[in-house]
Each structure stands twice: as structure tokens, then as C-alpha cells.
């Protein structure tokens, strides 16, 4: 039975490849031409933002007031999110998976939710019901921010446990005498690897841009900082959103080559930036 | 059998002698799933040391027996002991069973060695010592130079016989073995089939093996246990359960059996291709006159005979045997297996005479 499962799991992902693999060899035209269009698409407002800047604009924004300030509190925010996110989302997945498999579909559309509901009525919502203690901290962002990265966490966990024979994989671990925390430590969490880095890019992503219920919860965030600092300077700003882009590019670049890295020895599931773009569009439509 | 003799502190391997076995008793297991009996009552005894093979079609309640035992799942009623004491209370992770899966259940993220000596890490057995003995137990099953590997750099049989060291790095008191060979193909699941049975003498482990199989079945256990809708229809040595078979669905399960349209003349005696035959086992229920007869195919007699009642519609050479099929009437075919040397005569087409030669057979409801 367990092969089955196993089997049914796999399948998908084989048959994906093939066919990818497939149409690669037989419209390579198209598929150049569809990159040279994706590319300039991508890379002409990036050059006329360059060109709009130029390069004394980005000697200028680590020295900007507030810039610093800005920065550590996005990251300070995306720290703890992801934290929250992985410890709220880690074990409820896994439990679901091994007991409740039933209710998955429920579960996948209560994780929507946050993509569905607009983030003005979100944080209006919130901000009227939250406690005063917690409103006068930017901590509650970061609460908020849990859930609107609840989505992307669940399905990329719930994606990294379907490519495992989890219930075998748990039972034979039990069977050789370990217990919960040996489970979850030793032999699920390695597994999890790809999808725990995918669960955590795209986390640290979305709080790094997230705009409106910062700026709605008057808190200078990164973006929130580029925007009210754009009506003083308008080259510089633009310096430091291209700033921001190239510093999310390195973060996402180093998760991949771990990843991948990783990946190569143990030959199953390959983060990239194509896995990771894909996960996300795929979650977000 | 002593209790000490499961746990000496000696190494597996060292005196090529096995740690002993210890009886375990499942008694009156019952389990439903919602609607579904998946276990009615079962009681399965096995010795020190045995190897008892749990037989059936997919849904017969044979794993939900094997999880019961290995304390992924838990019975309605009925018990379980492992050398005389109760294990109901004991949670899987302490029972001390080694089990191999049906799927390959490597951990991913280790390599062979590592798997093997997970079980002696979750004992807190020392670095050097785990290596030693997880290397040991890679030897046993032939896989030293593979040690370094991770399971998706190793073949579904090699990744089989890692889960099977694995399974035995624990020094367990009971070996499970949930369908092994199954996602393997003929050839390895052969030579698997036999390296785990030398194993298990070698250690003399109490083994319970679970499998859809009848070929695996015989050829592996000591005894095998013939399951139905969660029932256990017969427990018995490999070659009785094929030459006595309790029940029709056992004979039918175990082996190839002819089915020919009988008539009971009394409660003992049945008619059969103008033969009267005594009748052996369970009989139909309702007292029905018109059966089914069972027979084997080295149960019938074959001759060429012109004008006979059967006519000869294929040959299959088997070796030693040739297996004849003949057609009776209609639709009616039996297959008949003769000593090759002299089934020259049985070509297709030549008219034959088929007969019972009168020992005691097997009746069924009519199909």
C-alpha cells in the first residue's frame, strides 16, 4: 500500500519532466524567442533605472537618515516571521499528513485565505481588534506577516511531504527506537531540507517587500522608508529599490546554491530559482 | 530459549550462532476500520526461532496483524505476548522488532552505514562500536562496499538488503517483514528470498513475514498461515497446506486446483467424472447436492485413449512434469500434469480419457 502511495507521488513529478523534456527538444525556436521577450521584459526598466540613478546615487543611500534603521527592522521582522511561520506551519503539516490526511483540502483552502482577503481590510481588521500592548510595537507586523506567509509555508511544506513515503519513513524510524524528537530531527527535517528553504525564501521575500499594512501600521519598514523617502529624492530612492532587489537576488542565490548543492548529493529534490519562481506563481494563482 | 540469550551483549555475528528466538502469541486479535473487519478473532502462535508467513489477497487483515504486532496499530480485543509478557502497553519505538517495509524506507538523507546504525544511535551505542557492528551487518548481507552510498545511489534490492541489516543492527527480539520483495523484480526478489531466509536461520530470529505470495509464501516459511476476511483459515507446513488443505479457498489460494462439477452421494462420498470419490475437509453449506470437486493437476490420471471424454488443447513443458490441458465439455478445461518422458502422446488435438484415481478430495460450493 505504501508503495502505492509512493508511487502516485512520484509519478506526477516524472511525467512533468518528460514532458518539459519533450517539448524542449521539439520547440527550441520558441523557446529562445520566449526567453529574449521574458529577458528585455525584466532587464529594460532595470537599465533605465540604472541610468536614472547613476552610480553617486547608490554612494548615497547607506548614508540616508533612517536608511539603517529601515533595514534592520525589515530584517529583524523577516527573522522572526520565519521563525514563527516554521514552527506554527512545521508540525501542524507534518501531523496532518500522518493523521489527518482527510482533511487536507480544508486545510488548503483555510491557508488561502490570506491570499484572498486584501491586505488594507487585513490590517484595518487587525488593528482594530489588537491589543494596545501590541500595537505600540512593530512586532505585531510580524504577527500579521505569519499569516499572510501561511499560504506559501503550507504548500511548500505540504509539496516537500508528499515527495516523501512519510508514514514509512516515520514507522521504520519508531521501529528502530527512536522517538518523536529523534523523528523530527534526524530523519524528517533533513528530508524537509528543500522545502524548508523554499518555505523560508519565500517568507523572507514577501516581508522584505510587503508594503501596505506596514505602511498602514506606521512603521518605517525598508519599503515603506524607499517610498517616503522618494518624495525627497527622487535618483536615490530609485538606488535604493535597486539596492533591495540586488541584496533579495544574493539572498535567493545563496539559498539555491546550498540547495543545490545539498541536492547533488543527495539526488532528490533540487531547489532552484526556477523551483522557487515556479512554487510561487503556482501557489499564488 | 532463555530470555538472556535475546539481549547477550556479544556481537551478532562473531560465533556465526544466532541470539535465540522468543515465542510470541497473538491471541483473538480483532480490529474493525469503519465498516470494515479487518482482523475477526485471529490467534497466531509462533515458536523460538520460527519463521511463520502470514498468507492472503490484498485486504485479507494480514498487515493490520503485522502493525498490531509491531505497535502501529491497536487491536479492539485480544492480546499480544513476545516471550510471555504482554506488549500492549508498549509504544513501537520500544519493542524492540525489526521490520522491513514493502517500499523502500531508507532514510534519504543517510548513507547505508548510517541507516543500518540509526537503531544502535537511538540505543546510544558509542560512535566507533555503532560503525563496527552497522559495518558487521552490511557484511552479512554483501553490501561492504556500498556503505559510503545513499539509498538513491543503490538498486531496489541493495536498498532491501540495507533496510534488512537495519532492521537486524537492533538485535531484535521479533523480525517483521511487511511484503519485501515486492517491489523487486523476479530475479533479485529470488536471491533476496533466499538471503533472508539463511539470515533468519542463522540468527534464529522469531520472524513473522507478511505477503501476498504463495510462491514466497512456501518457499520461505517454516509454517504458513492462509488468511481470509481477517479470519485465519489455516495454519500449517508448507507442504501440507498444499496436500491437505483445510478449506476450498485455501486450495484455491495455494497452488493451481481444477474445479469439476460433482454430485454428493451422501455426506461422504462424492461423484465425479463417473468416479466415486470420498470427500475430505469442510463441505459446502446447505446441505447442497450439486458441488464442485477439487482437484490438483497431478491429482488426475491422463490416457490416450480414442473417443475418450477430453480432448488435449495445449502443452506446456514444466521440466520434470508437463502440464496438459484438456478440454472436458463446453467450456469445462482441466489442466493435468503427466512426467514429461511420456506425454509425447498428448499432443493437442488427440482425444483423451481423464480420471480420478480415487483418493479423497476436496468439494466447494458450485461457482
Redesign the interface.
Known amino acids: 500500500?505504501?508503495?502505492v502511495?509512493?508511487a502516485r507521488a512520484s509519478q506526477p513529478a516524472g511525467t512533468s519532466a518528460g514532458q518539459v523534456r519533450a517539448r524542449r527538444r521539439s520547440y527550441p525556436v520558441w523557446r529562445w524567442i520566449i526567453l529574449v521577450i521574458a529577458g528585455l521584459y525584466f532587464v529594460i526598466p532595470l537599465y533605465a533605472a540604472f541610468q536614472f540613478t547613476g552610480w553617486n546615487a547608490f554612494g548615497q543611500v547607506f548614508s540616508q537618515v533612517g536608511f539603517s534603521d529601515a533595514i534592520i527592522l525589515s530584517i529583524k521582522l523577516a527573522v522572526i516571521t520565519t521563525v514563527l511561520t516554521l514552527v506554527l506551519m512545521v508540525p501542524t503539516t507534518i501531523y496532518v499528513h500522518l493523521r489527518l490526511p482527510a482533511i487536507r483540502p480544508l486545510l488548503e483552502s483555510i491557508t488561502i485565505l490570506p491570499i484572498v482577503i486584501p491586505p488594507v481590510v487585513l490590517i484595518l481588521g487587525v488593528l482594530d481588534i489588537s491589543p494596545a500592548s501590541l500595537k505600540g510595537t512593530p512586532y505585531l507586523l510580524a504577527l500579521v506577516y505569519v499569516v499572510l506567509a501561511m499560504p506559501f509555508a503550507y504548500r511548500t511544506l505540504d509539496a516537500g511531504l508528499r515527495s516523501?513515503?512519510l508514514k514509512?519513513?516515520v514507522?521504520?524510524?519508531?521501529?528502530?527506537?527512536?522517538?518523536w524528537p529523534?523523528t523530527l530531527w534526524?530523519?524528517i527535517l533533513?528530508?524537509l531540507?528543500t522545502a524548508l528553504l523554499s518555505a523560508t525564501v519565500l517568507t523572507v521575500a514577501l516581508v522584505l517587500g510587503e508594503f501596505t499594512m506596514a505602511s498602514l501600521d506606521q512603521y518605517q519598514t525598508f519599503p515603506v522608508w524607499i517610498v517616503n523617502f522618494d518624495q525627497t529624492s527622487g535618483p536615490v530612492s530609485v538606488a535604493a529599490s535597486l539596492f533591495a532587489l540586488f541584496v533579495t537576488w544574493i539572498f535567493l542565490l545563496a539559498i539555491t546554491m546550498i540547495g543545490s548543492r545539498r541536492a547533488r548529493?543527495?539526488?532528490?529534490g533540487q531547489v532552484d530559482l526556477v523551483t522557487v519562481t515556479r512554487q510561487e506563481t503556482g501557489e499564488t494563482r | 530459549m532463555t530470555a538472556n540469550t535475546a539481549k547477550a551483549d556479544t556481537t551478532l555475528l562473531a560465533d556465526g550462532a544466532g541470539h535465540g528466538g522468543v515465542p510470541v502469541v497473538m491471541s483473538d486479535l480483532s480490529r474493525t476500520f469503519g465498516a470494515v473487519q479487518a482482523l475477526n478473532q485471529l490467534t497466531v502462535e509462533i515458536a523460538p526461532g520460527e519463521f511463520v508467513a502470514l498468507l492472503g489477497p490484498s485486504g485479507c487483515g494480514k498487515t493490520t496483524a503485522l502493525r498490531i504486532l509491531a505497535g502501529f496499530e491497536t487491536a479492539d480485543s485480544g492480546s499480544v505476548t513476545v516471550n510471555g509478557k504482554d506488549i500492549a502497553a508498549v509504544p513501537a519505538a520500544k519493542r524492540d522488532m525489526g521490520m522491513v517495509f514493502q517500499s523502500y524506507s531508507l532514510f534519504p538523507n543517510m548513507s547505508a552505514l548510517d541507516n543500518v546504525a540509526f537503531g544502535l544511535r537511538m540505543r546510544r551505542i558509542g560512535g566507533s562500536e555503532r560503525r563496527r557492528r552497522a559495518g558487521e551487518l552490511l557484511d552479512m548481507v554483501g553490501l561492504t562496499e556500498h556503505a559510503r552510498r545513499y539509498p538513491h545511489q543503490l538498486s531496489g534490492g541493495q536498498q532491501q538488503r540495507v533496510a534488512l541489516a537495519r532492521a537486524l543492527a537492533i538485535e531484535p527480539q521479533v523480525l517483521l517483514l511487511d511484503e519485501p520483495l515486492s517491489a523487486l523484480d523476479a530475479k533479485v526478489r529470488l536471491q533476496l528470498r533466499e538471503q533472508i531466509r539463511s539470515v533468519q536461520q542463522r540468527l534464529g530470529i522469531t520472524t513473522l513475514f507478511v505477503t501476498h505470495d504463495q510462491e514466497e509464501a512456501l518457499s520461505m516459511a517454516d509454517r504458513v498461515g492462509v488468511m481470509k476476511d481477517g479470519k485465519l483459515e489455516q495454519i500449517a507446513l508448507p507442504d501440507q497446506l498444499y496436500a491437505e488443505p483445510a478449506t476450498a479457498f485455501v486450495a484455491e489460494f495455494v497452488g493451481t486446483m481444477n474445479r469439476l462439477p460433482g454430485a454428493l452421494e451422501g455426506t461422504d462420498r462424492v461423484r465425479a467424472l463417473d468416479t466415486v470419490v470420498p470427500v475430505h475437509g469442510e463441505r459446502p453449506p446447505g446441505g447442497l447436492r450439486e458441488v464442485d470437486v477439487l482437484v490438483r493437476p497431478e491429482g488426475l490420471r491422463i490416457e490416450a485413449v480414442p473417443g475418450g471424454n477430453g480432448i488435449v488443447t495445449d502443452r506446456s513443458f514444466l521440466g520434470s512434469v508437463s502440464r496438459i490441458t484438456v478440454r472436458l465439455s463446453g467450456d469445462l478445461s482441466v489442466k493435468v500434469d503427466h512426467p514429461s518422458v511420456d506425454s509425447g502422446g498428448f499432443a493437442p488435438g488427440e482425444s483423451v480419457q481423464i480420471s480420478l484415481p480415487g483418493a479423497p478430495v476436496l468439494v466447494a460450493e458450485r461457482e
Open positions: 500500500m505504501a508503495a502511495t509512493q516523501l513515503d514509512t519513513l514507522d521504520a524510524s519508531n521501529s528502530l527506537g527512536a522517538g529523534s534526524r530523519v533533513p528530508n531540507r548529493r543527495l539526488g532528490g
